[in-house]
Every structure is written in C-alpha cells, then in structure tokens.
C-alpha cells in the first residue's frame, strides 16, 4: 500500500473514531431540544380568558414521531353519553427553539358505539431545557356529526418524558 493510501485510510479511521465519540453526545444534546419521543401529560380543563382550573387533572400520552407525526391517547371526552373515544392522530412542528405545535384530531362514541362527535386538539408545548419535562396550553374544538362547532375547551398542564429506568 503506498504512503498516501496508509495517510488516507488513517484519517478516515481517526475522523471514524472522532465521529463515534461525538456522535452520541451530539444526538443526546439534540434529543434534549426536541419533541420527538413519548410524553405522559397531565392536563386540566382551564378557563379560556382567565386560565383558572375548571376540572381535572387528567392523564394522558403523546408520541411525538419523526418525521412530523402523532399519536395521542387520552381520558374520556365527557360524562355518559360519551363512553369511548379513538386515539388522536395528528401533525406537529418546530415552532422556534423548544416551541413546538401540533394538530391532531379524534372521535368519540356512545355505550353502543353509536359516533357522536369529532374534536380537534390544537396545542403548543415547550420543552425545558433538560429536556425531561414540558408545559402545553390547547385548545379542543368539538364538533357534531353535522360539523357544526359545539364548543371548544382550553387545557393547560406539563408532561414528563418516558424514560428507561
């Protein structure tokens, strides 16, 4: 092997070795300004103007997916006649920083699994800077078979990151 083929190649195993050390910390120090991953939240039902707390805390997770998506399972939408609701899907973005937006939509049925109605969850969180825990603010607009909006209802709370133990 000629000298500069051994230079070459020892300095693609160095940058290899380099990149392998800083990689993983790169990524941990990304992770802890992103979004991306599984959060249980706890919510409350708040006033709209004035924020203060209506009902609730209630519990709930989101998985905020690569690539932009979500997938949310939450508490039950409201007392008999509602008895079950779908998962809520959706959408979500960087807003700035460790803002993020995200969009997502479910449906609740009767005890005969009759459709009632659709809600639609607008919600802005933020992540700490640890990356362990955030706050959200959202608004959930409900709407009836017909699509006719039949009342929206602001929630504010904080979840934390899963983690392994």
Known sequence: MSKSRRVLLATAIAVG?????????QARAEVARDVT????????????????????????LHSYHRGGTLSEQGFSVGPPPSADRTVGLGIWRRQNGKTFRSHFRFYSFDAASAPLRRVEVDETVEVDAGGATLTAVAVGRVFDLTGTLVATNCLAGTGERLSLP
Do not use: K
């Open 37 to 60: 991953g599984t959060w249980e939240f706890q919510l409350s039902f708040v006033n709209c103007q004035t924020g203060d707390v209506l009902a609730g805390p209630f519990r709930g």
């Open 17 to 25: 070795v380099v990149l392998g050390i800083t990689l993983p910390a």
